[in-house]
DNA sequence: GCAATTATTGACACCTTGTCAATAGTGCGT
DNA sequence: ACGCACTATTGACAAGGTGTCAATAATTGC
């Protein structure tokens, strides 16, 4: 093999650039470990010297947060259009939407809820909450209860608590294979209306 | 500050050598990041030369892994003498027993549940679900379906599903403060019991 | 063309990891 | 008590990763 000739230096826009590295960081982190990625890897598929990643990203941690950062978005389109019925129907149509993401970016999806919580790690931390929020926010609006104030905290923390069963769930189903999809329907429509409409009442006023 | 006098060389018995150790890592790994804690560091406070870290459980992951898989274990006492009333009765006291064994040891178990970071990671995911097949088996036990061949599958996975609703649920209760312990008995028991009775024969049969 | 701007790089200092031959506690046989 | 074998323990090394900074070279405006 011979020696790779190196292309002659491109200076692009620092954007463009910017966005190029992070897309390949996103496929390496995506599939391979925090720890097993190194960013001379990563300088090496972007066709670009490892000191322009620090230059962009500042340290590998950070590099690292904006990836996940851009895989826990929850897409705004789940909770989109619902039509105005019961909430069981919303939810359902809700809860299918979902999937259909997570079918689609199978891949991403597992790679995103692998890193909850690199231990310790308040960054990380910090951006699985905001991210929780905004899943939490789609889901109150599907069930039609996002103005309930009494005991509001309580039934945020519990579809939070829920998206916890949700991506456990989802494992089983990408991974396993042991629940179909259709089994994941079932299964998380039921239990956020049984939450809601059951249990919260039951917790509401302690 | 004078230099440390290093004392003289101690020799112990591989065994309590190395189970000092693995007490340090523990410690360390539970309060800091994988990525934080060098070998060093956990040689450093064990008094010893990083060197014989390496000599007793081979490589940084290989230790950690022990850390992980020590702090996974489910006590067996949550499940142990159950009265052989309904069902309802035995997952309350289980419930109640958990969250007792969780309240104890929050720290603990808070870094426990933390470290399912390391993405893509094969050997932790063994570890994990190793402990979530106990886990289940314990459950099972404890609504009385542990004899359940139909669907057998479908039903312990659910009940992984519904695990990972417990750790999220767990976090609630010991980080935010969202929910209280009685809520969390309130919420654990009836999403099982839902689970196992309402939302398993709607999916046991497709 | 030429100079200014700045995207990009090479090299440096420091840290971490895994390995191996060398060192030195410890207990056993006499 | 003494020496000796056994092996727990160590120091040092090589390889590789990380963050920083002055130097380099594309590009742009004049």
Redesign the interface.
């Known amino acids: 093999m011979g020696v790779q000739r190196q292309a002659p230096r491109r200076r692009m826009e620092p954007d463009a650039r910017r966005a190029e590295i992070l897309g390949v960081a996103r496929r390496l ?1 995506g ?6 990625v190194s960013i001379s890897d990563i300088a090496a598929e972007a066709g670009v010297a490892r000191a322009l990643v620090n230059h962009y990203f500042g340290s590998k941690r950070q590099l690292y947060l904006e990836v996940v950062r851009q895989m826990m978005v929850v897409p705004a389109s789940v909770s989109e259009r619902l039509p105005p019925t019961n909430a069981e129907e919303r939810v359902s149509i809700c809860v299918d939407r979902w999937l259909e993401v997570v079918e689609r970016n199978r891949d991403m999806w597992l ?1 995103a809820i ?8 308040p960054e ?1 931390d910090q951006i699985m909450l905001e991210a929780d929020e905004i899943a939490t926010d789609r889901v109150l609006e599907a069930v039609m209860m996002a103005d309930v104030v009494e005991g509001r ?2 039934l ?3 579809i ?10 989802s494992r ?1 189903w990408l991974v ?1 294979g ?3 999809r ?2 994941l329907h ?2 998380l429509t ?2 956020v209306l ?2 809601v409409h ?2 919260f009442p ?2 509401r006023d ?1």
Chains 1, 2 share one sequence.
């Not at 939070?160 to 769930?169: E, F, I, P, T, V």
Request: no cysteine; net charge positive.
């Open positions: 982190f599939t391979n470990s925090y720890t097993a790679s692998g890193p909850e919580a690199l231990s310790n790690d990380i905290q309580k945020r923390a519990m939070r608590a829920h998206s916890g069963m949700l991506k456990a769930a089983e396993r042991a629940l179909s259709s089994d079932v299964m039921r239990t049984h939450l059951t249990v039951a917790v302690d």
